[in-house]
């Protein structure tokens, strides 16, 4: 109410603090549209001040908080247009610090359109600024969206790094702390490292780190990192097999996303809790979230997203018997990581045309086989265990389908031990009962 009343009376300085403040109290609140109003009035304010140095600053700052106001409702071209005004601003006036900081968000702009390569050079940038400047918490937070893009390319042994010395600096009172930020980003950190660890097979460890993580959601109530943290444990679990486990927290985490109105995370919590209706046999539920999931990241260009997506809807095609259709998805799965570099991505949708190849003419091996052995090549390269026991798997099911009983034995035996290793019993009972046929002919 003062923000308005100072607006309507032309008294420009207070409109700008009330309305800042106005716009500080809704984000806190998750009221993100509110907030975007409430900046846009305290930056028509800012207009009506004298030019000086403290008001460009100002202006910086409006639209970085006003540019997290914006994300949450995926409206990516008013957010990099605010991005680039704030950008300009900051060099002009040669603030490390500023620029440091737009740099930053300029590097999550980029990741969730699929340029990684831009995402890192935007998120080095900020590095050398860091350094520089001697800015701790800057560097931190360069790491964790330097973790991000790694992990995007699937190069998760790096992302490991990245993210853990993002961890290891926010610690104490720093990892309650949201540095203007949607989320904690201690909280966010932790649970791209328990992914990253799940795709590596090091579940306990993965484990450990999302649990710490929702501690520090938990005690700060703050929403988006509530639902960062329960996706991230979840998909670890997912990655295990442990459905019972992994379902209750990726609907938590989606409850979350529409409870708190946030379109721009939709998709990335849909990819996984689709998976995870798919592993649990639920098409019929998967489907529908799945496809409007795809529909969303087309219409806020989120690029990286929709691969996520189509591999999971490819996968629930599939189990649906609507093979043609699986091939489609998987087949733009695998374009989009080829175009993006997600390396990741890539060797999931290459096991996927595999899985789909086996089920439409088991007897015609040989593009089935190639496609697991690209997907096994490709996971062998990127440490991904977990994947290389579902091709060795695949491999052999089809050699055994095929009358190969030795390389079916081999192959199925490989996939045997390394589900023991991982605890990844879900697909222990089939595998084993397969194993066990081959024995006996």
Not at 186 to 210: H, I, Q, T
Not at 351 to 373: C, F, K, Q, V, W
Request: aromatic share 6%; net charge neutral; charged share 20%.
């Amino acid at each position: 109410r003062l923000a308005q009343h100072a607006l309507r009376g032309e008294v420009w300085d207070k409109a700008l603090t009330y309305g800042r403040q106005a716009g500080d109290k809704a984000r806190t609140r998750s009221a993100y549209r509110e907030a975007v109003g409430y900046f846009e009035q305290a930056l028509a304010a800012l207009e009506h001040l004298p030019d000086s140095r403290t008001t460009a600053e100002q202006a910086i700052d409006l639209r970085l908080a006003l540019r997290s106001a914006l994300r949450p409702s995926g409206d990516s071209g008013r957010s990099l247009a605010v991005l680039r005004e704030a950008e300009t601003l900051a060099e002009a006036l040669n603030d490390h610090r500023r620029l440091g900081q737009v740099s930053l968000i300029l590097s999550r702009h980029f990741y969730e359109r699929g340029a990684h390569d831009q995402t890192i050079a935007a998120a080095q940038r900020v590095l050398a600024l860091a350094t520089a400047d001697g800015d701790v918490v800057l560097h931190a937070l360069a790491n964790r969206y330097l973790g991000g893009a790694y992990h995007a390319q699937g190069d998760y042994r790096r992302a490991i790094d990245s993210l853990g010395q993002t961890v290891a600096t926010l610690d104490g009172a720093r990892r309650y702390e949201r540095f203007g930020l949607v989320g904690l980003p201690a909280v966010m950190s932790r649970a791209y490292l328990a992914v990253c660890y799940a795709e590596l097979g090091r579940f306990p460890d993965g484990r450990v780190l999302g649990n710490e993580g929702l501690q520090i959601a938990e005690a700060v109530e703050n929403r988006v990192s509530l639902m960062f943290a329960y996706d991230g444990i979840g998909l670890l679990s997912l990655r295990q097999g442990d459905l019972s486990r992994a379902l209750p927290l990726l609907e938590r985490a989606m409850s979350l996303c529409q409870e708190a109105d946030l379109p721009v995370f939709f998709p990335w919590m849909a990819a996984a809790l689709g998976a995870a209706y798919t592993l649990g046999r639920r098409v019929a539920d998967a489907v529908p979230l799945l496809t409007r999931a795809i529909e969303q990241t087309i219409a806020m260009d989120m690029m990286y997203f929709q691969g996520l997506c189509s591999l999971s809807l490819g996968e629930a095609q599939m189990l649906a018997g609507r093979l043609g259709e699986a091939h489609i998805l998987a087949e733009r799965t695998l374009a989009l990581a080829h175009a993006h570099q997600e390396r990741g991505n890539e060797a999931y949708a290459l096991r996927l045309l595999g899985d789909i190849a086996a089920r439409h003419d088991p007897s015609e091996n040989e593009p089935t086989e190639s496609y697991y052995r690209a997907a096994l090549a490709l996971a062998e390269a990127l440490g991904m265990r977990p994947l290389q026991a579902h091709c060795q798997r695949g491999l052999g099911m089809l050699y055994g389908q095929t009358g190969q009983r030795q390389q079916a034995r081999t192959a199925l035996a490989t996939a045997v031990e390394m589900y023991h290793a991982m605890a990844m019993t879900f697909w222990l009972p089939e595998t084993e009962a397969t194993l066990a046929r081959m024995g006996d002919a």
